[in-house]
């Protein structure tokens, strides 16, 4: 069903996922994560990968499983190591200059992410036909300013200033994440995702012109690429933050749906964006934190703006840790109650 809807069939059901299903407001999670190593070897341990992404397919009614990874490993795969130090996030040792982006390796990304596919391969065969497996990547904007910062910023000033100086130097470094994220977006659709999302977290923070030049371009070839190779396999685009600049977006990249931040206005999204892409989204995660009257009073207000059109129920951003795993009980059962399913 969420294979059809995201192709933009108008399907009698709202299929529901959220972001960041899987993770650590599960108890379940936290306690495998307790077994493993650190982040990333629980990203390339097939079996516990494929575990984490099933947990809340156990516990929940949901229509898909997105895999258990991080968009981490195509700069990891690429020979930019990466780790995750508790309480910090992610760290990186920030390119530096042009030599640094030479060095960067785009051919091994299915050796190294070998056992990221492999828990592919473990998760499709172990979920329910109806219940479709996401696949996943940054797009290579978003990829690259962990890749320039060495890890979260708060004003990307670097990755900013280096596009801005050096246009030739980033554009290179683009292509070869754009080169390196295809053959990874490619080796899942082979380990068997039925749909693909391109997260783009910080396509918020650009003017237009940056937007249409690192955001659009970028994602445009990227969809091409995935297109030619596996046309049938939907394809969602996440440029968080970006305003009214999701309508350019939408009709520009190619993607089949666009997941909506909360900030998008319902009724925008139904005009604007509706009759062009599927639309996904768009509860604030912080409304399934508090649960209760606020969550059902919102989740109401979204499906009336737009279940009318292709429409996937989601949150605008992920789960958040302190999330009562309830509310995530009430919420799928409040949205299949209004939509008679
Ligand atoms: O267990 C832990 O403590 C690690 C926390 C964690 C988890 C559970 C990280 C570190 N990544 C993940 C998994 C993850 N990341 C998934 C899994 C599937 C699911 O949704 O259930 C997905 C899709 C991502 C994607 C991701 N990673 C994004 C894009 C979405 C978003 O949140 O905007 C980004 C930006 C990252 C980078 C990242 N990974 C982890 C951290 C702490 C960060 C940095 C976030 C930041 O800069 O604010």
Not at 60 to 85: N, T
Not at 106 to 117: F, G, Q
Not at 143 to 151: F, L, N, P, S
Request: proline content about 7%; aromatic content about 8%; overall charge negative.
């Amino acid at each position: 069903m969420l294979v059809r809807t995201l192709k933009g069939e108008a399907t009698a059901q709202v299929p529901i996922w959220l972001m960041r299903q899987a993770g650590r407001y599960l108890p379940e999670y936290r306690a495998l994560r307790e077994k493993t190593g650190s982040f990333l070897d629980l990203c390339y341990s097939p079996e516990q990968a494929a575990e984490a992404t099933l947990q809340p397919i156990r516990r929940f009614d949901l229509d898909a499983a997105i895999l258990f990874s991080d968009i981490l490993v195509v700069p990891d795969a690429m020979g930019q190591p990466v780790r995750f130090a508790p309480g910090e996030g992610p760290v990186l040792e920030a390119l530096a200059d042009r030599v640094s982006i030479d060095a960067l390796i785009t051919d091994r990304v299915e050796s190294h992410l070998a056992p990221v596919y492999e828990a592919a391969r473990l998760v499709r065969a172990a979920l329910p036909e109806a219940i479709a497996l996401i696949g996943f990547a940054g797009a290579p904007w978003t990829v690259a300013t962990y890749m320039i910062e060495g890890g979260s910023s708060r004003d990307f000033a670097r990755t900013k200033g280096w596009a801005a100086r050096d246009p030739e130097g980033f554009d290179a470094l683009l292509a070869k994440i754009e080169a390196a994220t295809l053959r990874h977006l490619l080796a899942q659709v082979r380990a068997g995702a039925q749909v693909l999302q391109l997260f783009d977290s910080w396509a918020g923070v650009l003017d237009e012109a940056f937007f249409e030049r690192l955001v659009i371009g970028p994602t445009k070839r990227l969809v091409a690429g995935v297109k030619a190779e596996a046309p049938d396999v939907p394809i969602v685009g996440f440029p968080k933050g970006c305003g009214i600049l999701y309508a350019r977006y939408a009709a520009e990249t190619g993607v089949d749906a666009v997941s909506l931040d909360p900030a998008v206005p319902l009724d925008w999204a139904a005009s604007a964006l509706q009759p062009h892409v599927a639309v996904q989204g768009n509860l604030d995660p912080i409304l399934l934190l508090i649960g209760g009257e606020a969550m059902a009073r919102r989740s109401g207000q979204i499906l009336a703006a737009l279940a009318g059109g292709p429409f996937v129920f989601n949150l605008g951003h992920g789960v958040v840790p302190p999330t009562p795993p309830e509310h995530v009980a009430e919420l799928i059962s409040l949205v299949r109650k209004a939509t008679g399913t």
